[in-house]
């Protein structure tokens, strides 16, 4: 049967410092043309800059500030009789991840004046505390979905 196989992701070896892979993957989400090695060094000076602020141990506010920033349910357009209609949809695990460090670095990239290391650090604050740019995406993105409760039954298949 066409689209019966699941294919196999890849398994991400953990960083080296902190033997995660959430944070390997913020590396790689964080990584541009290849530069690896620099996207490990502003990671890690953010994380323990955020850690610092915090007075909080470096993993579990990488961990804390993901799971505050995922999304639970999103919306999705869907045909229905010639109309289109925002969906609510559960979100799978990794998609959920995947949301969340994509929102935490685009808030950091949007600040500007500043570093990096430093923007990164502040958005992984802000997302600790559940504020901040990154968490209002999550909730705007809740609100959607809210609002199109009435469309619920459309989302079995």
């Not at 953990?14 to 090695?37: C, H, Q, R, W």
């Amino acid at each position: 049967m066409r689209g019966s196989h699941k294919a196999n992701r890849p398994l991400l070896d953990p960083d080296p410092k902190f033997g995660s892979i959430t944070v390997a993957k913020l590396i790689n989400y964080l990584m541009k043309n290849g530069k690896k090695e620099v996207a490990r060094k502003i990671a890690y000076a953010a994380i323990e800059q955020a850690a610092e602020k915090l007075s909080a141990d470096p993993l579990d506010v990488v961990e804390t500030a993901i799971k505050n920033i995922s999304p639970v349910i999103e919306v999705r357009g869907r045909r229905v009789g010639g109309a289109n209609l925002q969906v609510p949809i559960e979100v799978s695990r990794t998609r959920r991840l995947m949301l969340a460090m994509r929102w935490l670095l685009a808030a950091a990239r949007s600040a500007k004046g500043r570093p990096m290391a430093e923007k990164l650090a502040k958005e992984l604050v802000d997302a600790y505390n559940n504020e901040g740019t990154a968490v209002k995406k999550k909730e705007e993105t809740h609100r959607m979905a809210e609002a199109n409760r009435a469309f619920a039954h459309f989302a079995r298949y």
